[in-house]
Each structure stands twice: as structure tokens, then as C-alpha cells.
């Protein structure tokens, strides 16, 4: 099965200052990557995600990056705020019999402190 | 308003008692899934269904069992065969088939402690 390695445990960063935190993935099958933001009491969110037909995806202040020949993949926020504090979760599924449906395996988190 | 409703938010429980987690969807999703957050340990699948009437072992089913009657409701009950059954737990949703994303959407799970 799928096995996502996720580094760093813990980042802290000045605000304004970028953040990146990096996933390793050993499924070569694997061909979608979301990343998810978790708030301290609240539920994951999705906030970007990529598939493996594209290196680069952003979206504003965030960017994802997906090397296939290596099985890596990294999230970098930019201009860092204090919401932006949060542990962040990446992600890698396949998508299986084409029916559009995937089943992810997650990596261990990452708690980013932005300090202001 | 749409979404997904957990109960309860916090339980706790007895050693040898079994407990059932609520899990109830108005997204029209097909598939729904259950997990198991730890501190450090991320999220692990426990138990997923595609389809009413469906379901699979996810990579920790041991001591959980699930059923799925309905396309709404996926209950989670942690049985006393779980031998670490003190976590958080997340029920997430999605849709399915062709022009689906991959997004999954969570509860705002329950919080289980064994006494």
C-alpha cells in the first residue's frame, strides 16, 4: 500500500517569512495530492491539491509542487500570517477503476506556529 | 445547511463497553469513511464505504465495525476488542464518479476517552 512520509513534525516561522513543508510518496500509482489545514478544535480542510499531469499549482499566498520521478511533493505559503497557524496534513491517493474514486493516505502532520 | 453532523462531540466510556459514533451526510455523497486522528500519528483510515449496503476495511479496522442502511448515515461503533480506543474521530464524506474531485469533507468529529 501507499506510504506518505511528511517533514518537517513542527515549523515555526516569523510572520511575513515562507513556510514549507515537504511529503515523500512510495505508490508510483499515485496521481492526486491534496494538502489539508487543520485549525486547533476544527475540522480538516482541503486547500489545495494537485494531480500528477501538473508540476505547479497556486493559488494566491499558497503553492504546490509535485516532482513524480522523485515521489515528492511540498506546500510553500508565502508572507506568512498568524491564520495561517495550523497543522497542515498532505495526502496521496490514486484513483482507482476510473470511477472517480480515491481512497488517501495521509501523512503525519505538520504544526506551523507563525509567529507574529 | 449543508454538511456533515457528528455526535456526540465528547464521550467517554468504560473499559468492555462498546460505543457507537454518529456520522450523518445531506451532501448527497456516496462515499463516507471514518478516521482516526492520534497526536503525531496523522489521520488513519478505519473503515470507508463507496455505496449503501458497502463497506471496506480501511488500515485500523480491527475492533471497529461499521454499517451503511443508509446513503445519509455511516455509524461508527468502537467495540471493547479495540485495545487503545482513546482518540479523536473524524467522518468525512465525498462524492464519487466521474467529474469528482477528490475532496474529501469532514465532520467536526468526536472525541472518544476511555476510562
Known amino acids: 500500500g501507499e506510504n506518505v512520509e511528511q517533514h518537517p513534525s513542527t515549523l515555526s516561522v516569523q510572520e511575513g517569512d515562507s513556510a514549507v513543508i515537504k511529503c515523500t510518496y512510495s505508490?508510483?500509482?499515485?496521481?492526486?495530492f491534496p494538502w489539508y489545514k487543520q485549525e486547533l478544535g476544527k475540522r480538516p480542510q482541503l486547500i489545495i491539491d494537485?494531480?500528477?499531469?501538473?508540476g505547479e499549482k497556486k493559488d494566491q499566498r499558497i503553492a504546490v509542487t509535485l516532482n513524480k520521478t522523485a515521489k515528492h511533493f511540498s506546500l510553500h505559503i508565502t508572507e506568512t500570517q498568524p491564520e495561517d497557524s495550523a497543522v497542515y496534513f498532505c495526502?496521496?491517493?490514486?484513483?482507482?477503476?476510473?470511477?472517480?474514486?480515491?481512497?488517501?493516505?495521509f501523512g503525519k502532520g505538520t504544526k506551523l506556529s507563525v509567529i507574529p | 445547511d449543508g454538511g456533515i453532523t457528528q455526535s456526540p462531540k465528547y464521550l467517554f466510556r468504560k473499559e468492555g463497553q462498546n460505543v457507537t459514533l454518529s456520522c450523518e451526510q445531506n451532501?448527497?455523497?456516496?462515499?463516507m469513511y471514518w478516521y482516526r486522528q492520534d497526536p503525531g500519528q496523522g489521520l488513519r483510515l478505519i473503515y470507508y464505504?463507496?455505496?449503501?449496503?458497502?463497506?471496506q476495511k480501511g488500515d485500523i479496522a480491527e475492533g471497529y465495525s461499521v454499517s451503511r442502511e443508509k446513503k445519509e448515515s455511516f455509524p461508527l461503533t468502537v467495540t471493547s476488542a479495540q485495545k487503545n480506543p482513546t482518540a479523536f474521530y473524524l467522518c468525512?464524506?465525498?462524492?464519487?464518479?466521474?467529474?469528482?474531485?477528490?475532496?474529501?469533507?469532514f465532520g467536526e468529529g468526536s472525541r472518544l476517552t476511555v476510562l
Open positions: 468525512a464524506s465525498s462524492m464519487s464518479g466521474r467529474g469528482y474531485t477528490g475532496e474529501l469533507f
Open positions: 505508490d508510483s500509482a499515485s496521481n492526486y
Open positions: 494537485i494531480r500528477s499531469n501538473v
Open positions: 495526502a496521496a491517493s490514486s484513483e482507482y477503476s476510473g470511477a472517480g474514486s480515491y481512497q488517501l493516505t
Open positions: 451532501l448527497n455523497h456516496d462515499a
Open positions: 464505504s463507496q455505496i449503501v449496503n458497502d463497506f
